[in-house]
């Protein structure tokens, strides 16, 4: 389960995470389980730790609806972010992982463990890069170029539009919004 991950970063951070229940049936063992009912302070920083970019696409734009406070990226202390990074909001940066210089990681993309990416790459919203994935430099928006692409094949639509193409924050496909 992928919010573990996310937890595990934020113990090594020294933070006390809250694990919010948005759809029944989360793991029981997660620390200072709630539900989402039980949120008081909807100005509290949060990150999404799911992960299907599906998931997190869709639950980004019902969470900005919701009227909770603009998300907070994450990045596990033993991750290697060049300063000349540009992260998104809602963005995670999970262990291991290394971020190479002039880089754009768009909001609510996760970079997973052990993941190398190359300079100059740019992930877009909500995109996943998973686990020990290497990608070379100059990689850009490669999420809608296949989108784009496929938009012409013969096979039905609803493959590739079930993820929004535009952060529920700032509205931006090409997070961070700056």
Known sequence: MFAWEVVESCRR???TPVCVDNYGGADAR??????LTEVADRDTPWILGMAKAQYRSQASVAIAASGFAEPTSLIDPTAVV????????GA??????????NSRLG??????????VGHDCKIGFAASVCAGAVLAGFVD???????RCWSHHPAPAEHWCWIHHWCGICRDQRCPSG
């Open 30 to 35: 997660l620390p200072n389980l709630i539900s």
């Open 141 to 147: 928006d490669w999420r809608r170029r296949i989108r």
């Open 92 to 101: 995670y940066v999970n262990s291991l992982a290394v971020v190479a210089s």
């Open 107 to 116: 909001c609510h993309s996760h970079v997973n463990r052990s993941v190398s």
């Open 13 to 15: 951070l020294g933070m």
């Open 82 to 89: 060049a300063s000349t990074v540009e992260v998104g909001h």
